[in-house]
């Protein structure tokens, strides 16, 4: 079975630029997560899609940061424009219908460096 | 409000045992979860305990909980330098999808 795939591995830009992130779930995965982990930080959730609907987006920066996921699959997380402190590994999750923690399984990342 | 917490680095001799410790802070009906991150791979969960059993083992690795004080521990016997990666402990509530991290242990395997 693949796992989650996202793309691109890492990204350099340079503050006030935009950048997207793409994220390929597990197939049959009904669920899709966007985690921010910043250097020495656990992840952080971002947002949660149950199939193509937002089921919880209350941390994400809506200033900036927006998602989506509108044929229920594939996944984009889009920052525009980008700040220094929006450097860190976005991390994209799927699991199941029901959405346990324990179900969630994790992407590589990507590393995002703003200069 | 939840709050969990690690100390930050961990260096043992290959061979020896690892106990990687983590304290918590809901004081409600919980789950506790151990996570490994090699570099520059995502999480992956290598067990859970819910806040009812003290101690649940799956071939090398151990977790201890204790209630009384919130704290959890993993231990990894004959530790390999495989092991090497961060580790973080993390909780959610039971029925909750977004778990609370720590902020990760680093664990250095020498020879």
């Known amino acids: 079975e693949a796992g989650v795939a996202q793309s691109p591995r890492y990204k350099i830009i340079e503050k006030r630029q935009s950048v997207a992130f793409w994220c390929n779930p597990i197939s049959g995965h009904a669920t899709l997560y966007w985690y921010q982990q910043i250097l020495g930080q656990g992840p952080k959730l971002l947002i949660q899609?149950?199939?193509?609907?937002?089921?919880?987006d209350s941390q994400l920066p809506k200033d900036r940061f927006s998602a989506e996921r509108l044929k229920g699959v594939d996944s984009t997380l889009k920052i525009q424009p980008a700040k220094l402190e929006d450097s860190a590994v976005y991390l994209c999750?799927?699991?199941?219908?029901?959405?346990?923690?324990?179900?969630?399984?994790f992407g590589p990342g990507t590393r995002l460096l703003v200069l | 409000g939840e709050d969990v917490e690690q100390s930050l680095f961990l260096s043992v001799r290959e061979g020896d045992s690892s106990v990687i410790n983590c304290t918590y802070t809901d004081s409600s009906s919980t789950y506790l979860y151990w996570y490994k991150q090699e570099p520059g791979a995502g999480l992956q969960l290598l067990t859970y305990i819910f806040s009812n059993m003290d101690m649940k083992q799956d071939q090398r690795l151990t977790v201890l909980l204790n209630k009384k004080d919130k704290h959890l521990s993993l231990r990894i016997a004959d530790t390999q330098t495989g092991d090497s990666a961060i580790y973080f402990c993390?909780?959610?509530?039971?029925?909750?999808?977004?778990?609370?991290f720590g902020r990760g242990t680093s664990l250095i395997v020498h020879p």
């Open positions: 899609f149950q199939n193509n609907g937002v089921v919880d």
């Open positions: 999750a799927s699991s199941p219908q029901g959405g346990r923690v324990e179900t969630q399984y």
């Open positions: 993390a909780e959610s509530i039971p029925g909750s999808y977004r778990p609370t």
